[in-house]
């Protein structure tokens, strides 16, 4: 892809390299995210990524990556998160990648930085689905009772939500 992206071979390599903290920079601080089950979440965005997440009003450029920190450990009163759950991440592919999601392919990877779930793998679902509609035009889907509501198509930009 772009050089933002881990320089890591084989398919299922974490889309981020393992120093990212060193040279990502910060998009959105440790906070609470309804999107996920209440636990915290930071993001990052490459160097490439960061001018369009924080402005949105710039096109992503392909290799760009997104980078979200989540914990189960997010202290509501400091507001710190400090052990990793598991990092969901995104990088922007060329066009005619998956059209349907912006030509963005998620992944999730654990602790041990091991790819759990990436693109259209059935686990990786719950990221396909949800970011399918943020920040694009499209009506956002109907809830079913008893599920919390999806942000609005304006939450968010170019298939990256706000929360």
């Not at 309804?34 to 997440?53: K, N, Q, T």
């Not at 402005?55 to 989540?70: A, Q, Y």
């Not at 091991?114 to 970011?131: E, M, W, Y």
């Not at 919390?148 to 929360?163: L, V």
Request: one cysteine or more.
């Amino acid at each position: 892809m772009a050089d933002d992206a881990a320089d890591v071979a084989g398919p299922l390599a974490p889309f981020f390299p393992v120093d990212y903290a060193a040279t990502y920079l910060e998009a959105r601080s440790c906070n609470q995210s309804v999107d996920h089950d209440l636990i915290g979440v930071r993001i990052l965005a490459s160097p490439m990524a960061y001018p369009a997440y924080v402005s949105r009003r710039v096109p992503f450029p392909v290799g760009s990556v997104v980078v979200k920190e989540e914990f189960d450990d997010w202290d509501l009163t400091t507001r710190r998160c400090e052990k990793i759950k598991r990092w969901t991440a995104a990088i922007k592919g060329p066009p005619g990648t998956d059209p349907a999601l912006g030509d963005w392919i998620f992944q999730v990877v654990s602790p041990e930085r091991v790819v759990t779930a990436q693109g259209q793998d059935a686990k990786a679902r719950s990221c396909r689905d949800c970011h399918a509609i943020c920040g694009t035009a499209v009506t956002p889907r109907a809830v079913s009772p008893g599920q919390k509501p999806h942000p609005s198509p304006n939450d968010g930009y170019d298939h990256m939500c706000a929360d």
